[in-house]
Protein backbone atom coordinates (compact mmCIF):
# COMPACT_ATOMS: atom_id res chain seq x y z
CA UNK A 1 0.00 0.00 0.00
CA UNK A 2 2.84 2.17 0.64
CA UNK A 3 4.23 1.80 -2.16
CA UNK A 4 1.04 3.11 -4.48
CA UNK A 5 1.10 6.16 -2.43
CA UNK A 6 4.77 6.77 -2.88
CA UNK A 7 4.19 5.88 -6.75
CA UNK A 8 1.00 7.92 -7.06
CA UNK A 9 3.46 10.74 -5.47
CA UNK A 10 5.96 10.55 -8.01
CA UNK A 11 3.65 10.23 -10.88
CA UNK A 12 2.19 13.51 -9.33
CA UNK A 13 5.23 15.61 -9.22
CA UNK A 14 5.70 16.96 -12.98
CA UNK A 15 2.47 17.91 -13.22
CA UNK A 16 2.25 19.66 -9.99
CA UNK A 17 5.27 21.63 -11.32
CA UNK A 18 3.15 22.33 -14.35
CA UNK A 19 0.80 23.71 -12.56
CA UNK A 20 2.42 26.53 -11.21
CA UNK A 21 3.11 27.60 -15.01
CA UNK A 22 -0.08 27.07 -15.80
CA UNK A 23 -1.31 29.78 -12.87
CA UNK A 24 0.91 32.47 -14.54
CA UNK A 25 0.09 32.13 -18.01
CA UNK A 26 -3.81 32.36 -16.72
CA UNK A 27 -3.01 35.23 -14.74
CA UNK A 28 -1.18 37.06 -17.52
CA UNK A 29 -3.77 36.18 -19.87
CA UNK A 30 -6.68 37.96 -17.66
CA UNK A 31 -4.26 40.77 -16.69
CA UNK A 32 -6.15 43.69 -17.90
CA UNK A 33 -3.72 45.02 -19.92
CA UNK A 34 -3.45 42.03 -22.39
CA UNK A 35 -7.18 42.24 -23.13
CA UNK A 36 -8.14 44.52 -26.44
CA UNK A 37 -11.64 46.60 -26.23
CA UNK A 38 -12.57 45.87 -29.31
CA UNK A 39 -12.38 42.00 -28.65
CA UNK A 40 -14.76 42.52 -25.49
CA UNK A 41 -17.17 44.21 -27.63
CA UNK A 42 -17.37 42.19 -30.20
CA UNK A 43 -17.67 38.99 -27.45
CA UNK A 44 -20.88 41.59 -26.27
CA UNK A 45 -22.39 42.27 -28.87
CA UNK A 46 -22.15 38.49 -29.86
CA UNK A 47 -23.76 37.81 -26.78
CA UNK A 48 -26.50 40.17 -27.49
CA UNK A 49 -26.96 38.73 -31.11
CA UNK A 50 -26.88 34.95 -29.55
CA UNK A 51 -29.41 36.56 -26.87
CA UNK A 52 -31.70 37.59 -28.92
CA UNK A 53 -32.14 34.46 -30.87
CA UNK A 54 -32.74 32.49 -27.62
CA UNK A 55 -35.73 34.94 -27.03
CA UNK A 56 -37.15 34.63 -31.10
CA UNK A 57 -36.42 30.44 -30.56
CA UNK A 58 -38.07 30.92 -26.59
CA UNK A 59 -41.44 32.72 -27.57
CA UNK A 60 -42.06 30.41 -30.70
CA UNK A 61 -41.93 27.57 -28.39
CA UNK A 62 -44.18 29.16 -26.10
CA UNK A 63 -46.63 30.15 -29.68
CA UNK A 64 -46.44 26.79 -30.32
CA UNK A 65 -47.19 25.40 -26.84
CA UNK A 66 -50.47 27.69 -26.97
CA UNK A 67 -51.16 26.71 -30.41
CA UNK A 68 -51.44 23.13 -29.53
CA UNK A 69 -53.28 24.15 -26.56
CA UNK A 70 -56.25 26.03 -28.81
CA UNK A 71 -56.08 23.16 -31.06
CA UNK A 72 -56.51 20.87 -28.59
CA UNK A 73 -53.82 18.63 -29.63
CA UNK A 74 -52.03 19.29 -26.33
CA UNK A 75 -54.40 20.62 -23.46
CA UNK A 76 -52.49 22.30 -20.72
CA UNK A 77 -53.43 22.65 -17.08
CA UNK A 78 -54.77 26.49 -16.21
CA UNK A 79 -51.44 27.04 -14.31
CA UNK A 80 -49.44 26.01 -17.05
CA UNK A 81 -51.70 27.96 -19.82
CA UNK A 82 -51.45 30.85 -17.66
CA UNK A 83 -47.72 30.53 -17.42
CA UNK A 84 -46.77 30.05 -21.11
CA UNK A 85 -49.20 32.93 -21.55
CA UNK A 86 -47.50 35.51 -19.51
CA UNK A 87 -43.98 33.71 -21.13
CA UNK A 88 -45.29 34.61 -24.59
CA UNK A 89 -46.34 38.35 -23.90
CA UNK A 90 -43.00 39.07 -21.49
CA UNK A 91 -40.63 37.23 -24.28
CA UNK A 92 -42.41 39.40 -27.08
CA UNK A 93 -42.23 42.96 -24.88
CA UNK A 94 -38.46 41.51 -24.24
CA UNK A 95 -37.77 41.14 -27.83
CA UNK A 96 -39.72 43.83 -29.15
CA UNK A 97 -37.31 46.41 -26.75
CA UNK A 98 -34.28 44.90 -28.01
CA UNK A 99 -34.83 45.57 -31.42
CA UNK A 100 -36.06 49.03 -31.28
CA UNK A 101 -33.00 50.10 -29.60
CA UNK A 102 -31.21 52.74 -31.68
CA UNK A 103 -28.21 51.25 -33.13
CA UNK A 104 -25.96 53.76 -32.22
CA UNK A 105 -27.14 53.93 -27.97
CA UNK A 106 -26.58 50.06 -29.02
CA UNK A 107 -23.38 50.91 -29.90
CA UNK A 108 -22.16 53.64 -27.25
CA UNK A 109 -23.83 51.13 -24.17
CA UNK A 110 -21.50 48.10 -25.70
CA UNK A 111 -18.55 50.19 -25.32
CA UNK A 112 -19.43 51.64 -21.79
CA UNK A 113 -20.22 47.62 -20.72
CA UNK A 114 -16.78 46.92 -22.08
Avoid: C, W
Avoid at 4 to 14: E, G, R
Avoid at 42 to 48: E, G, I, Q, T
Amino acid sequence: MKFINVFAIIAILPFAAGANDIKERLQKFRDPKNIKKENVVKFLNDRHERRMEKLEEMLQDRRLQLEHHNSGRRRLSSEDHERVSRQAVNYERKLTQMKNVDPKEHAQNMEIEA
